[in-house]
């Protein structure tokens, strides 16, 4: 369904998904006079930075008044390190506020637009796109884990490594460039200490456009001791002890407000969240090459009879050069 707002909502998603706030959300405004030209717009920088709403309604100044703001998401009605966003926008004299989704936090959770109703504003609800703006924050604040995005490059014939551990590269330029953009989307990329063994993985963004956030690194280390002059020493990564079990490893790299993680294998770890049912979706690159024998598969470990496989719903197949990518969602 679209509506008269779409065009400001898509506007204010756009400046949402710049953004790399976290473990804040990703936020958008737009602000638009009574004659519904715009006269503000704003983002959220992350923890300690004015909200979106307040940056539109700055920029905006007195032409807020009677005006609209569009926002991506709820405003909040709790003080933080700043002010509640629903103060700021009673206080600007607008009319209308136009709303993406309405805020999971449980500080929130609909009470910033039961405010703004009682207050006599116009409150529009669900003006798409919502919550794909910012699915890791949504996810984040449901279950108090960070969505987790499985990465594997696998041989048409489902091999993620040669017998020697060789893996690099199994796809080609462009597929490899798709992955980076993928690491760029995320807030931390997770490999095992396998993969640093094997492979000396630096995890960083490298793309001629790029704004030049980089996720941070996470690595999940057993009883092996990583390489002194592993590259990715240079890049402060979070070591995590197995110790702990892997809802609690996850559990920890939110803690550090680290809301989007993208693993990268290896196979030990890519099973152990398989089979944990860690697995939030799933892209796949898939390399025109055929390993034309066993080498290491995807998931460590035996697929004991057909049941034990579970479904997945295919939502995306991309041609990459002469790769291709499948993006899956488990069921
Ligand atoms: N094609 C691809 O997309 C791709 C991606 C990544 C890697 N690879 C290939 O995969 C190979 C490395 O994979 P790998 O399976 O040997 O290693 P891995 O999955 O990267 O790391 C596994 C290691 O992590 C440690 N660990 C700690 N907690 C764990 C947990 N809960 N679950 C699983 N592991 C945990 C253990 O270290 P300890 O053994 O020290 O106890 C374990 O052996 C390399 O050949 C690499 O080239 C391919």
Partial sequence: MTSRWDEAMHGAAELARATHPHPNPKVGAVVLDASGEVVGRGSHAGPGSPHAEVVALSAAGDRARHGTVVVTLEPCIHQGRTPPCVDALLAAGVARVVVGATDPDPRVQGRGLDRL??????????????????????????????????????????????ADGTSQWITGPEARADAHRLRAEADAVMV????????????????????????RPVIVVGGRPLPADARIWTRDPLVIDQGADLTEILRLVANEGLLALLVEGGPRLAHS????????????????????GYGRSPFEGVWSTLEKARPVTVNAVTRLGGDFRVDFTPA
């Fill in 117 to 162: 109703r009682e207050a006599g504003l116009e409150v529009v609800t669900d003006v798409a796109p919502a919550e794909s703006i910012d699915p890791a924050y949504f996810h984040h604040r449901r279950t108090g884990l960070p969505l987790v995005t499985l990465k594997l490059a696998v041989t048409l014939d489902g091999q993620v490594a040669a």
């Fill in 192 to 215: 095992g200490a396998g993969t640093v063994i094997a492979d000396d993985p630096l995890l960083d963004v490298r793309l001629p456009d790029h704004d030049g956030f980089q996720p």
């Fill in 273 to 292: 969240l398989w089979a944990g049912n860690l697995v939030n979706r799933g892209v796949f690159y898939f390399g025109a090459m055929v390993a034309g």
